[in-house]
């Protein structure tokens, strides 16, 4: 609260029976200001600055529908967090998503990275892995979707993961 006063924010429990994409949908339906963050997983890191490096974006960007980050991807021993392995540096949304539908690339890591403008966007309920791809594809057709070079969140890996485990796909 205290590195921005004017944030109004909103927590909202996940209900372990409802899916992301539902989840999500929470997140965008109850947004009242002019932006909107999905929601950050429990399993991501932001950066201190990310909302600010994030909402300077937009501000001097008006046509912007959104903005998303560079990220670490980083591993897990346990509890200890290790160092990053690698680094994630997308350049251009287009680029980003086609490399994301051809498997040759990473995602825009949607959940936690995408900070946007409130829209009537919604999360397909019928997909699973798939939902943010889908959501990131409908957004950038409402507009350039802007990418701050900077590395603003970790992305923890783990063996809880929905795309690891072919089961909860």
Same mark, same amino acid.
């Given at each position: 609260? +205290? *590195?921005?006063?004017? *944030?109004?924010?909103?927590? &909202? /429990?996940?209900?372990?029976?409802?899916? &992301?994409? +539902?989840?999500?949908?929470?997140?965008?339906?109850e947004a009242k200001g002019e932006y909107c963050l999905l929601h950050i997983d429990c399993d991501d890191i932001w950066e201190r600055n990310k909302l600010e490096f994030q909402h300077q974006i937009l501000c001097s960007n008006p046509r912007a529908v959104g903005v998303v980050s560079s990220f670490f991807i980083v591993r897990t021993n346990g509890q200890k967090l290790l160092k990053a392995?690698? &680094?994630?540096h997308h350049k251009n949304h287009r680029k980003?998503?086609?490399?994301?539908?051809?498997?040759?690339?990473?995602?825009?890591?949607?959940s936690s990275g995408l900070l946007m403008r409130r829209n009537d966007l919604r999360?397909?309920?019928?997909?699973?892995?798939?939902?943010? *791809?889908e959501f990131f594809v409908n957004l950038s057709n409402l507009g350039p979707i802007k990418i701050e070079p900077y590395?603003?969140?970790?992305?923890?890996?783990?063996?809880? /993961?929905?795309?690891?485990s072919p089961e909860k796909l």
């Amino acid at each position: 609260k +205290e *590195l921005y006063p004017n *944030l109004r924010t909103k927590y &909202l /429990q996940k209900d372990p029976s409802r899916t &992301l994409a +539902e989840t999500r949908n929470i997140s965008v339906r109850e947004a009242k200001g002019e932006y909107c963050l999905l929601h950050i997983d429990c399993d991501d890191i932001w950066e201190r600055n990310k909302l600010e490096f994030q909402h300077q974006i937009l501000c001097s960007n008006p046509r912007a529908v959104g903005v998303v980050s560079s990220f670490f991807i980083v591993r897990t021993n346990g509890q200890k967090l290790l160092k990053a392995s690698r &680094l994630i540096h997308h350049k251009n949304h287009r680029k980003l998503i086609a490399g994301w539908l051809s498997l040759t690339g990473n995602g825009a890591l949607v959940s936690s990275g995408l900070l946007m403008r409130r829209n009537d966007l919604r999360f397909n309920l019928h997909l699973s892995t798939t939902a943010d *791809l889908e959501f990131f594809v409908n957004l950038s057709n409402l507009g350039p979707i802007k990418i701050e070079p900077y590395p603003l969140v970790r992305y923890r890996i783990h063996s809880g /993961q929905m795309h690891l485990s072919p089961e909860k796909l």
